[in-house]
């Protein structure tokens, strides 16, 4: 074999595997590529899945909460529609004006009128402090309508059965000051200081309606104007 054609030969091999090695290189970039872009549609997917998975788990979260705000204001709504007019009819036991003396009767009408008013649906907003406050007025009036014998109703033990409360139940002092007192002819204006227990009562189921509603709670959008401007 001539030199000149040796020199040719291995030019053409030389050439051969460059060519070849190009080509590995081309076909290894684009495999390098193409599990480029598969690891980032895979990413990309994953991500998809954890974005629907927190907003689902945010839903569930939010879902209840809507539910329950939507309840509580509902229920605000009906009851302070339903306290206002209970408020109301306790306007005749009220410390200021000082109305006329009360008799027995006008006592026995109270009690029917704050009766109706209970189940007429008013009675199904009452929270469980508030419902105490309304028995234990009622019960004042009842002492008032149906008693006749101060010796009876005097001692706790006696008032918890005349009232028919559970054991271990503490009346309030306005009670045990209605039980104590004398009461005669229905038709006669009733003791000073049976008026006064009524009152208190009275005055106690007022307050324990305004913190069911909050309506003498401060205003928080008022409280954050004034820090803002102060």
């Known amino acids: 074999m001539s030199e000149t054609l040796f020199v040719a030969l291995i030019g053409v091999v030389g050439t051969l595997f460059t060519g070849l ?6 076909l290894a970039k684009m495999a ?3 599990s480029l872009a598969v690891a980032r549609e ?3 997917q994953a991500n998809a899945v954890l974005l629907r998975d927190k907003d689902l788990e945010i839903a569930r979260l939010e879902v209840p909460q809507t539910l329950a705000i939507a309840y509580d204001t509902d229920l605000r709504a009906q009851r302070l529609r339903h306290y206002t007019r209970l408020w109301r009819r306790t306007h005749r036991l009220a410390k200021y004006p000082r109305l006329r003396p009360m008799t027995a009767a006008e006592a026995a009408a109270l009690s029917a009128t704050l009766g109706r008013w ?3 649906g008013g009675g199904l907003f009452f929270t469980e402090g508030t419902r105490d406050a309304f028995f234990d007025l009622q019960d004042g009036l009842k002492l008032v309508i149906e008693r006749r014998d101060v010796e009876a109703a005097v001692d706790t033990e006696a008032l918890r059965g005349w009232l028919d409360r559970p054991a271990g139940w ?13 009461i005669g002819d229905p038709a006669a204006p009733l ?3 049976v008026v006064e227990g009524l009152r208190r009562l009275a005055s106690r189921l007022r307050t324990a309606m305004t913190e069911d509603v909050l309506t003498r709670a ?3 959008l008022g409280s954050s104007d004034a820090a803002a401007t102060s």
């Open 32 to 34: 390098t590529d193409k």
């Open 118 to 120: 209970y189940f007429s």
């Open 42 to 44: 895979q990413g990309a």
């Open 191 to 193: 003791p000073d200081d």
């Open 170 to 182: 503490t009346p309030p002092p306005a009670l045990l000051d209605i039980a104590r007192a004398p």
């Open 21 to 26: 090695a190009a080509f590995a290189l081309g």
């Open 218 to 220: 401060p205003s928080a």
